[in-house]
């Protein structure tokens, strides 16, 4: 039995996989991201998750605003799917082979219920449950802070920007009367 070990990027916390199935199924259920670090060797060193071929994260998603996420898997872009963030016309590139094709062309996808797809329906049919190993609640709440603080730091962005737009329009308006266009 080989220990593997999974350090998430966006809080720094490290979960125990006990054998390569248990970080497959983790991977499966859209739980590793790709920005996320596997250690099999005691944590001495890490690699990055997409760089682990047993994960099959091969897939790059172009999003609508045409920023690309991954590689990823099959399972995280069916999440997508079932959250309404992207739909079946998002392009998608395979990294093994350096295709591109639109998601409603695939053949996994063509062949998956994606119609009835919600966020109770994602994982049905991968043999997994939701809460693999105890591990879902700590990652989906994990995932909640994290999204949390991130919302904090935006919003605290926005009033900066905001309070320089104001001081901004206020020395214009003074130097030269008028409001601006």
Known sequence: MHTWYLLKASDKEVYEAKDLETLRGWAADAKISPLDKISSDNRLSWQRAPMIAELQMDLL???????????????????????????????????LDNTESRLADLSWFQASPHHIRSAATTFIGTGRSDDKNGMGDVMQQSRITTLEKQVMELQRVVDEWQQAYSGLRQQFVESTGREPM
């Open 61 to 95: 998603v172009q999003m609508p605003d045409n920023y690309l996420y991954g590689p990823t898997n099959v399972a995280t872009i069916q999440e997508f799917m079932a959250t309404g963030e992207i739909d079946e016309n998002v392009r998608i590139i395979n990294c």
